[in-house]
């Protein structure tokens, strides 16, 4: 539970290292291709050795940069199956757009190093190799969006998202909005809200402590404290909420901030940014 914890804080860390060093592995491939492939007939190479890991690492970078505006295209336009016509519409123009955006950032960084070299870099016919570069980035555009899919859903699977059961949607498994909809490894657990004892914020997860166990969860601890503050919850700090039915003591510190003791005997952070709210709701 320890790792869980340490990559849900530190998941974007994480998530950029996996891209650079794929990303470094992938061109560097790539890159030593060329040199052997052009090696096989004998005799000097037509470049310099340096020239390809240029080529390589250009485009390496520049599909790094143009990942951050696809994860942002991702979001916004999601995409609809009951309208797949339409969506597949959509995604076939930003691929465009996505090509443009790689060759014109790739283009721009060849030029740069072939310049501090006292050298020319010549793209080629524009025509030609605008159709050429968008052959493959067409398949780099679907690929990081069948990557990012996939990764989300396993994501989704092994951390766990939870909604409050609304009437009617399951009412053999709740008449009310006093439960939790858990799902986690395919599975669904009914989570009470007031067997709930504190939550604490993780990244983009919040962890559901719940009788020494935890139920990670894809959300904001912003998002959920609104959901459930009518059931007795509050924030205490900009990590940490809590059931206000499992406060045993609060300890003010010379600070200014204070320390909350559960029933359970765990001790929180109380921040001085939240200690009037706190008031409020205890009186």
């Not at 390496?60 to 339409?86: E, N």
């Not at 691929?95 to 721009?108: C, D, P, Q, R």
């Not at 709740?174 to 799902?183: Q, S």
Request: charged content about 25%; some cysteine.
């Amino acid at each position: 539970m320890e790792k869980l914890k340490h990559y849900q804080k530190y998941h974007l860390g994480y998530e950029i290292g996996f891209l650079v060093l794929f990303f470094l592995v992938n061109n560097t491939i790539l890159a030593t291709s060329v040199i052997m492939e052009n090696k096989r007939g004998g005799g000097e190479l037509p470049f310099q050795l340096w020239e390809p890991f240029v080529w390589e690492y250009a485009s390496a970078v520049s599909t790094l940069i143009m990942f951050i505006p696809l994860l942002w295209f991702m979001q916004r336009f999601p995409i609809r199956w009951h309208h797949l016509a339409k969506s597949l519409i959509i995604y076939l123009g930003a691929s465009v757009v996505f090509s443009l955006g790689h060759v014109a950032i790739m283009v721009a960084l060849r030029k740069l190093v072939y310049w501090t070299q006292s050298m020319a870099y010549d793209f080629g016919d524009l025509g030609f190799e605008l159709l050429y570069e968008y052959r493959k980035d067409l398949w780099s555009f679907v690929f990081i969006i069948m990557m990012v899919h996939s990764y989300n859903f396993i994501l989704s699977r092994l951390l766990g998202e939870a909604n409050l059961i609304e009437n009617g949607e399951d009412e053999q498994k709740a008449e009310d909005k006093d439960r939790l909809l858990v799902k986690k490894l395919g599975k669904e657990f009914i989570v009470k809200v007031a067997d709930i004892e504190w939550l604490e914020s993780s990244g983009n997860y919040v962890n559901l402590h719940i009788k020494g166990r935890i139920y990670p969860t894809r959300s904001t601890l912003s998002k959920l404290v609104e959901q459930i503050s009518d059931k007795g919850f509050c924030r205490i700090h900009r990590s940490y909420a809590i059931n206000l039915d499992v406060v045993d003591s609060i300890t003010p510190l010379s600070s200014g901030d204070g320390e909350i003791k559960l029933t359970n005997g765990k001790v929180l952070n109380l921040s001085r940014r939240y200690k009037d709210e706190l008031k409020q709701r205890l009186h």
